[in-house]
């Protein structure tokens, strides 16, 4: 499975963006899948997950009321819809996938495939 992040950008604080991570394969639909992000200096975190059925979502609490994570299993295709950004989400941010269906959803080493990743900078 190949992960493309994309929808990252420059935003001001309050704003909002909407970043995608397009799959290939066949096993999408039945993939966990998650967003991670590493701010610079920072190590790599969890921001959300969601599971492929029923699609239960996971949220870390930093993000929780202000981002939505979603799938189009159809599209191939997973979202992370980022309301309210603040200055601390600026980040790069990974999507990746796992083919596994009961995995600590929060730990990066869990997931088997990511994304090359897509800026997000939130200006105050």
């Known amino acids: 499975v190949q992960l493309q992040a994309s929808g990252g950008g420059l935003v001001q604080a309050g704003g909002s963006l909407r970043l995608s991570c397009a799959a290939s394969g066949r096993t999408f639909s039945s993939s966990v899948m998650g967003w991670f992000r590493q701010a610079p200096g920072k190590e790599r975190e969890f921001v959300a997950a969601?599971?492929?059925?029923?699609?239960?979502?996971y949220y870390a609490d930093s993000v929780k009321g202000r981002f939505t994570i979603s799938r189009d299993n159809a599209k191939n295709t997973m979202y992370l819809q980022m309301n309210s950004l603040k200055p601390e989400d600026t980040a790069v941010y990974y999507c990746a996938g796992s083919p596994h269906a009961y995995i600590r959803l929060s730990v990066s080493s869990y997931y088997s495939y990511w994304g090359q990743g897509t800026l997000v900078t939130v200006s105050s």
């Open positions: 969601i599971r492929g059925s029923p699609n239960t979502t």
